[in-house]
């Protein structure tokens, strides 16, 4: 089936640096990728939409410039976190539909800023 | 705006026990409606999924129909294992395009032996 991979896992920065999460999907193509936000014992709440070759979409309230994004090719999405600080520890996973009304899940990857 | 409602958690139900857990949705048009389970420390994964009225989608005992008339998408299974142990999340899209999926807050089930 449809393969989504999410890198890293986990992810331990300190604060004021900037981590890059990647998000691949591994057997079909996908020029629409999501970002989502996970708290803890809470939902996921989509941050933005990553369209290949354009600008990411994104929700409302969610910081353009600290949560880069880039979707540079058919198969892979980026979300930089810039300048961390510890209330960007979060869980983060991405999804993409390789067709119909199917969704594929990355692993998520945990940030913890220090 | 589209949501999604679901039951607030945990949900604590010993083995064998039938489980529901309710979610109503609302949406303009004609959404389809996903269970996505997520085991402690992994990403979601589809369960099943109905993408229109009075379907029924089902998966390793679990089902849930597309209700229409009451806007419901239940998920129910008849007799719950500790290997069940997860969160659960209800969610919505449009059906035209790949749209965005709009998620329930998830409910927890704790199933003891």
């Avoid at chain 1, 969704?103 to 940030?111: E, H, K, M, N």
């Amino acid at each position: 089936g449809a393969v989504v991979s999410q890198h890293p896992s986990r992810v331990i920065c300190k604060s004021g640096t900037s981590v890059k999460i990647e998000c691949r999907s591994l057997d079909f193509q996908a020029t629409t990728m999501f970002w989502y936000r996970q708290f803890p014992k809470q939902s996921l709440m989509l941050m933005a939409t990553s369209n290949e070759g354009s600008k990411a979409t994104y929700e409302q309230g969610v910081e353009k410039d600290k949560f880069l994004i880039n979707h540079a090719s058919l198969t892979l999405s980026t979300l930089t976190v810039t300048s961390a600080h510890p209330e960007d520890s979060s869980f983060y996973i991405c999804s993409a539909s390789p067709g119909g009304d199917g969704y594929t899940f990355g692993s998520g990857t945990r940030l913890t800023v220090v | 705006g589209d949501s999604v409602t679901q039951m607030e958690g945990p949900v604590t139900l010993s083995e064998e026990a039938f489980l529901t857990i309710n979610c109503t949705y609302t949406a303009t048009g004609y959404p389809s409606l996903f269970w996505y389970v997520q085991y402690p420390g992994e990403g979601l994964q589809l369960l099943l999924k109905a993408t229109k009225a009075d379907d029924k989608g089902s998966n390793k005992g679990f089902e849930a129909t597309y209700r229409k008339e009451t806007t419901s998408f239940h998920l129910e299974k008849g007799s719950v294992q500790v290997s069940d142990s997860a969160v659960y999340f209800c969610a919505l899209s449009e059906r035209q395009g790949f749209q965005k999926l709009v998620f329930g807050t998830g409910t927890r089930l704790l199933v003891s032996p």
